[in-house]
């Protein structure tokens, strides 16, 4: 069999991992401590926050099949939550979002998802890849600078700019990885004793600094304490990834504050995440890229869309055309 690293265990590298971990050696290579990339959640005592995605969509027909046991064991559920558009600080539309179709959650985390898909992998955590070179075959190293192994075939899922900070030699492969951009967002947390009694649980704002605000304890299994999630908009974290972190909290908590017209002071928590490469726009182009010469191939939702479906499309896909050269 041959063997193959893919350099992260985000969705669509579990989702690749997935498709060829029967017919290749396979090792996913994580730098973090977990598994599921940007659906990940920040676990405290007794109460959690999913500070990436919040909720994800099921079109493609391989995804819904993909899901169906997750579902059966209780590690996906339908989030039923009391939605609102909000203009400004002005409610404009409000429903209850129902079955179908549905707005899917990981229980009793998002984080259970890319937990579930990595069953039976081989992923080793922790483990930054910042050298990869091509001699007879590729050859990983930490780091540390230290060896990771030789692969007859290397697959980057990483977002664009840290894929050609790793591999500068791929503009030449694929010249094209200069054109996908992604945006920054910044996730707020505040947890707290009491209930806030705000009338939705989740909310797409617009015209202000924050784009989503959920009440994260309304998801299924979130422990004990009443949660808030928001997320800035892409455009505000963009400019502002770099300002000091405490100035971009205290900045958002006075926003929010202004949107759901609440005193947030009284939290009991609050956390702020930075995510330098958090969404992609919508792209018609190809799925994922291979180059079955040097053996080398790209996927990840900024293929398609910053989508927790649109990652597993990509790596899905990516995972089909492999299968005919690994076989
Ligand atoms: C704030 C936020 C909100 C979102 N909301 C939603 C939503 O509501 N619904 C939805 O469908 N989608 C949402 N998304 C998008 C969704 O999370 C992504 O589309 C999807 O998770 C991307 O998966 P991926 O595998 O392509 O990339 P990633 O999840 O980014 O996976 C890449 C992995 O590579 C690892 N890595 C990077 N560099 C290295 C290295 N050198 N060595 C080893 N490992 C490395 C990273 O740690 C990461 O785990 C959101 C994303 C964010 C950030």
Redesign the pocket.
């Known amino acids: 069999m041959k063997n193959v690293a893919i ?7 579990l989702a690749l991992a997935n498709k060829i971990g029967h017919i290749a050696n396979v090792t996913i ?4 401590r977990g598994f ?4 990940a959640t920040r676990r405290m005592d007794d109460f959690s926050f999913d ?7 099921v079109r493609d027909p391989d995804f819904k099949e993909y899901i169906k046991p997750m579902i059966e064991e209780g590690i996906i559920d339908i989030w039923r939550a009391r939605f609102v558009e909000i203009e400004k600080d002005k409610v404009i539309s409000s429903r209850l979002w129902g079955d179908d179709p549905a707005n899917y959650i990981g229980i009793p985390s998002m984080s259970s998802i890319g937990k579930f898909m990595s069953q039976s992998l081989n992923i080793k955590l922790s ?4 050298k990869i070179e091509k001699h007879d075959i590729w050859e990983l190293f930490n780091e540390e600078g230290v060896f990771q192994g030789k692969y007859d075939w290397v697959i980057s ?3 664009p700019v ?1 894929c050609m900070q ?1 591999f500068p030699n791929i503009r030449e492969i694929y010249s094209d990885i200069e054109k996908h951009e992604m945006s920054a ?1 910044f ?1 707020l947390m505040l947890a707290f004793d009491e209930d806030l009694n705000l009338d939705f649980d989740a909310a797409l704002v617009k015209g202000t600094d924050i784009s989503w605000i959920s009440c994260n304890s309304s998801k299924q299994s979130r422990g004990k304490k009443y949660t808030i999630l928001a ?1 800035s908009t892409n455009k505000w974290a963009s400019e502002y990834i770099n300002h000091d972190r405490d100035w971009v909290k205290g900045y958002l908590c006075k926003e929010l504050s202004k949107i759901i017209k609440k005193d947030i002071s009284e939290a009991t928590y609050t956390g702020l995440q930075g ?1 330098r ?3 992609a726009k919508k792209q018609n182009g190809q799925k994922f890229f291979i180059d079955k010469e040097q053996n080398i191939a790209l996927c ?3 293929f398609i869309q ?6 597993y499309i ?2 899905s896909q990516l995972g089909n055309e492999l299968t005919n050269e690994l076989a």
């Open positions: 350099i992260g265990a985000g969705i669509s590298g290579f994580e730098k973090s599921g990339g940007r659906v500070h990436g995605a919040q909720f994800f969509k483990e930054q890849i910042a899922t990483i977002p840290q790793l967002c996730s997320h995510w490469y958090a969404n990840g939702d900024w910053g989508r927790i479906e649109s990652a990509s790596g």
